[in-house]
C-alpha cells in the first residue's frame, strides 16, 4: 500500500529536506562532537517554525497534519538526529498549552513557543520515577494566590535552554494519578535551578539536565486546567511525543539504509564489492523491509494523533455539516482516538528499534571505519539507543500494547 501524501504534506516534506540537507548536515558532527547545536542554527529552525507545524494557526503553528511533522522531521534526523531530538522536544513542550491551556494561557505562553520567539520544555520524570511516575515527589502546595513548588526533575531536554516549562507535581499525593497537576514555570522563577547536563551517548546535540525546585512559586493562573490533571495532560502529551520520535527513528533507519548501500558498492574485497555477497545484501534487504513497515505504522499512528490534536477544534471544523455528518465524523474521531494509544506505542517501539538494527547494520558493514568517528554510521548508532528510552522504553510500550490487546 502507497500512502498517499498530500500536496501540503509534501511541501513539509521538501522544505525539511532541504534546510537540512543545506544547514544541519554540515554541522552534525559538530554538533555531536562538542555536544550542543550552535545558536544560529537553533534560530533558523525555530523560525521556520518545524516545531509547531501541527498546532493551531490561531496561536501560531501552521493547523497542519501530525504527519506533516513527521516527515519533516524524518527529513532533519537524516542529517542530525539530535536536531529533530531538539525539535520533537519542544514540540513536546507545546503539547501540555495546547492540550489545557485557557485561551489566555495559550495567547501568552503557547503564542511566542509556536512563532519561535520562545522555546519550550515538559518536566515528568524525577531521578526517583522514571517509567514509574507515581512515583514522583515533587509537591505543589497553594498559598494565597501561588502554588509553591518543591521536588527534583530529571533528564529534561531543552533544561536551562527553555524559557517556558510545564511541570507535573502533586497537589494532593493521597488520590496518586488523580492528584497531579501541570504548571507553567517560567524561566528565572525564584526557586527554580538546573542541575548537571548530562554527558549522553547520543543524541548529544540535545541539553538534557534536571531542575530543582526549592519554594518556587507561581502564579494560580499558572496551573494548566484544573488540579487533578496533570497525570492526562501527561500521558497525552508523551503519547503524541512518541508519534514525533517514531518519524525520527525512520529517518535514521533510512539514513543508515542509504549509507551502508553507498559503501558496500564501492568497498571491495576478495576483488569485488562487498554488495556482491549474499550477507551484506540480506542485511539491507532486512534495513529496508523493516523501514517499510517502520515507515507504514508510524504515518498510520501520525493519521490517529491528528483526531486527538484537533478535537478541541472540532465544534469550528463541523459548522456547516449536516447532523448526520457530523454525527459519522465524531463517531471516527472517537474511534481513532481510541485506537490511537497503542498505535502511538507500537509505532515508537518499532520505529526506535527498527533504527537501532539499521544503525547496526550500517556499522557492520562498514567494517573497522564503522567503529571510527569519521563514520556517520558510528553517530546514528549511538543516537538511535536513546530513541528506546527515552519517552517511555520499549518495556513501557510493550506493556501499553498488552494492556490493549488484552482488553
Ligand atoms: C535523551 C533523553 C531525553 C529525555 N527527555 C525528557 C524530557 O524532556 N522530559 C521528561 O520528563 N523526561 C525525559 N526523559 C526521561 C525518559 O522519559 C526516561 O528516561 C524514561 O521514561 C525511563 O525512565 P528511567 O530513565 O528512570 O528508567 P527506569 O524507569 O528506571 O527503567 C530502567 C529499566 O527498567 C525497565 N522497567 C521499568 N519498569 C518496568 C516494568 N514495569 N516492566 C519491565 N521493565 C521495566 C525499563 O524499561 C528500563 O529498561 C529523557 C530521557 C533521555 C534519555
Known sequence: MEWELSEREKGFQQIAREFAQSEVLPLASEIDRSGKI??????????????????????????ASMLSFVLAVAEIAKASPSVAFFTCASLGGMFPLHFAGSEEQKAAFLRPLCEGEKLG??????????????????????EGDEFV?????????????ADTYTIIAYTDKAKKHKGMSAFIVEKGTKGMKFTKMADLLGMRGCIV?????????????????????????AMETVNIERVALSGVGVGIAEACLELACEYAKVRKQFSQPIANFEAVQFMLADTATEIEAARLLTFKAANLADAV??????EQEQRGLSAEAVAVSQEERRRKIEAFRKIA??????SSEVALRAASNAVQIHGGFGCT???????????????????????????????????
Open 38 to 63: 550552535p545558536k544560529g542554527l537553533r534560530s533558523k529552525l525555530l523560525d521556520l517554525k518545524f516545531q509547531s507545524i501541527p498546532l493551531p494557526r490561531k496561536f501560531g503553528g501552521a493547523s
Open 209 to 233: 539536565a534536571g531542575i530543582r525546585l526549592e519554594d518556587c512559586a507561581v502564579p494560580k493562573e499558572n496551573l494548566l486546567g484544573r488540579e487533578g490533571d496533570g497525570f492526562k495532560i
Open 121 to 142: 520544555a515538559f518536566a515528568l520524570t524525577e531521578p526517583q520515577a522514571g517509567s514509574d511516575p507515581i512515583s514522583m515527589q515533587t509537591t505543589a502546595v497553594r
Open 309 to 314: 490534536l484537533y478535537r478541541f477544534s472540532q
Open 345 to 350: 506505542a507500537m509505532a515508537k517501539l518499532f
Open 149 to 161: 513548588l518543591n521536588g527534583e526533575k530529571a533528564f529534561i531536554t531543552n533544561a536551562a535552554l
Open 373 to 407: 568517528k569519521e563514520c556517520p554510521a558510528e553517530r546514528f548508532f549511538r543516537d538511535a539507543r536513546i530513541l528506546s528510552i527515552a519517552v517511555g522504553t520499549s518495556e513501557i510500550q510493550r506493556i501499553t500494547i498488552a494492556r490493549e490487546v488484552l482488553k
